[in-house]
């Protein structure tokens, strides 16, 4: 798999993580990308270990502070 520059996630995993910020649900990122809610899940365990961190909301603010997602990237109410 190939991996980010600005991280070690994989592209795949910045792919979920991007949708993920923007505050879509497990099963509207698994549609968007073409993939299974199992596999959203699976990557989003995989984010959350290479960021040591337990939830969304720290894994899009630990993105957001490492620059990997630019804070116009996610949704604003």
Same mark, same amino acid.
């Given at each position: 798999? /190939?991996?980010? /520059? +600005?991280?070690? #996630?994989? !592209?795949?995993? #910045?792919?979920? #993580?991007?949708?993920?910020?923007?505050?879509?649900?497990?099963?509207?990122?698994? +549609?968007? #990308?073409?993939?299974? *809610?199992?596999?959203?899940?699976?990557?989003?365990? *995989?984010?959350?270990? /290479?960021?040591?961190?337990?939830?969304?909301?720290? !894994?899009?603010?630990? !993105?957001?502070? /490492?620059?990997?997602?630019?804070? *116009?990237?996610?949704? *604003?109410?």
């Amino acid at each position: 798999m /190939k991996k980010n /520059k +600005k991280s070690d #996630l994989t !592209a795949r995993e #910045l792919d979920v #993580l991007k949708e993920m910020v923007q505050g879509k649900s497990n099963k509207v990122i698994g +549609k968007t #990308l073409f993939i299974t *809610q199992h596999t959203v899940k699976a990557h989003l365990t *995989q984010i959350y270990k /290479k960021f040591g961190v337990t939830n969304r909301t720290e !894994a899009a603010m630990r !993105a957001i502070d /490492k620059g990997i997602i630019l804070h *116009q990237d996610s949704e *604003q109410p």
